[in-house]
């Protein structure tokens, strides 16, 4: 069958891959794979080589956010035929640690962890996969092709989780948030913020293309520059990685305001900075910054909540490129106006 293929270890290797049907280890469920995502990790993984296969492997099948349609499921996994399932990416250690016995994957202490698609185990960019149901989301009918966006969103469900979490150490009643990034993690981060009723502000570089009217249309603010911000962000969730708009925004914070850090740059950048003002800001004010990584189990299940609350039309306008998996490569390269690109793994 043909799959989304970088080879092990070797940089720009991205490919249209013949490889062997999903072995049974993989899981119960046997799904024709629809949709996958590509995301910043995976750009990242195939110009750095980064990515790991199966042990022994000398590929990896990329493709971490995942739609398929369950061929063949065992009676009470709790699927059928025909049902819409999205794969949870992380894998907990073996070992395992606390967090992972725990079901906490996505706080594994000792980093043994696997994840599909990028660390030691094959993703879910394949015409065919298998999943154990436990690893498998449930995609409902009416969400349709809008499921590849459930594991984004997961990552959305568990920043806001950590920012709820770190928020109610003391009172607890955020009424604006800045959202810096209007990529894909960004703008659904606005629109978890806009369904809960704070004031959104999405700062980004863009001055063409769909961002503003996206912005706009979940009732928020479009800024270019921070310098227009005329609010006090009681939350910042941070989706450019960015290191100066890391600074410039944390500065920012409300009194026991909380900054979520979801994005990673992918270069090494020096910066200079005042960090002993910044300490002293962050200090006095009880503000706090926490970084957020993957999502656990029900995570997932929220995002699925969080995708049917919104308007599908929103939802329509984050996918702005489709690319068929004979072409897939080309999903890798950043065209001006994209904000999710998938790939179609039917065609
Ligand atoms: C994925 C996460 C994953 C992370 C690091 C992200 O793109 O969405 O699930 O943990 O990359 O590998």
Known sequence: MRAMTVTTGKADSAAVGEVEEPPDSDGSI?????LTGICGTDVELVSSGFGRGRPGSDHLVIGHESLGRVLEAPEGSGFSPGDLVAGVVRRPDPEPCPACARGEWDFCRNGLYTER??????GYGAERWRVDPYFAAPVPQQLGHLGVLVEPASILAKAWEQV???GSRSWYGPEQVLVTGAGPIGLLAALIASQRGYGVHVL???TEGPKPELVRALGGTYLTDLADLHVTPDV?????GAGQVVFDCAKLLAPAGVMCLTGISPGPATIDVPLDALNRQLVVRNAALVGSVNAAKRHYADAVDLLQAADKAWMEGLITRTVPLSEWPSALA???EDIKVVVDLQR
């Open 204 to 206: 980004d570089r863009a």
């Open 30 to 34: 046997l799904v024709e794979g629809l």
């Open 334 to 336: 950043r065209e001006p």
């Open 236 to 240: 910042v969730i941070e989706a450019t």
């Open 117 to 122: 698609g990028i660390k030691e185990m094959d």
């Open 164 to 166: 709820d979490r770190v």
